[in-house]
């Protein structure tokens, strides 16, 4: 079975300090792992992806993972956080099938 | 290269109604992708066309269903409408059909039912 846990539902940082979204999934097979950003009524895109090449992973707009495959983590990061970084975040993780599962969502706000 | 696009943008419906839902993927994109997002249940995959097939398929009523043409257009049909059918409806295409293929989303269609 495939799922994926945001362990945050809303995460709240001031402008210049680091962002941490956490991520963790279960996946009966080896998993091809995603973080989206959706900004408000707006589709998804890709910040980054992971595909068992390099297990630290780096994405857009200064974004980086670590696929850690003991703690079945993906936690997202970045050094310094931006007004326009304000959105919603989904991890995802995609079995080996051709469909997304996708997490519950982290809304990530960003204090001025 | 244009985008994804989907029409309408936004919809309104009463219950028992039936809707249909345009999506025209990146151009060279065979494969689109549709999904459901609501605030209680979250992005929820409604199923996958590649080459006029569907080839994947979540876990939702027969009242969902879809096509894809041979130019990799997609529609979505909802039939017999519920309070509960009202979401946000995204379509996304890739290029492949590996699941490797990043997904490119459209804005979506945000349906309203009454």
């Known amino acids: 079975a495939q799922s994926v846990t945001q362990l945050d539902s809303h995460v709240s940082v001031s402008e210049g300090t680091p962002v941490l979204l956490r991520c963790n999934y279960s996946s009966s097979y080896s998993p091809s792992l995603f973080w989206y950003v959706q900004h408000p009524n707006k589709g998804l895109q890709l910040l980054l992806k992971?595909?068992?090449?390099?297990?630290l992973v780096k994405g857009i707009n200064g974004f980086e993972a670590e696929f850690k495959k003991s703690e079945t983590s993906f936690h997202l990061t970045k050094p310094s956080a931006h007004m326009s970084d304000a959105a919603e975040y989904f991890c995802?993780?995609?079995?080996?099938?051709?469909?997304?599962?996708f997490g519950t969502g982290t809304r990530l706000t960003v204090i001025p | 290269k244009a985008g994804v696009t989907q029409t309408p943008r936004y919809l309104i419906k009463t219950r028992g109604q039936q809707v249909t839902l345009s999506c025209s993927p990146i151009s060279g994109h065979r494969s689109v992708s549709w999904y459901q997002q609501t605030p209680g249940q979250g992005l929820q995959f409604l199923f996958e066309y590649f080459s006029e097939t569907q080839r994947n398929k979540g876990n939702f009523p027969g009242r969902f269903s879809g096509r894809q043409f041979s130019n990799s257009r997609s529609e979505m049909n909802v039939s017999t409408l519920e309070l509960g059918d009202s979401a946000l409806y995204l379509c996304?295409?890739?290029?492949?059909?590996?699941?490797?293929?990043?997904?490119?989303f459209g804005p979506g269609t945000r349906l309203t039912v009454l």
């Open positions: 992971y595909t068992s090449a390099a297990t």
């Open positions: 996304a295409s890739r290029s492949g059909g590996n699941s490797y293929n990043e997904q490119f």
């Open positions: 995802v993780v995609s079995p080996g099938a051709n469909n997304l599962f």
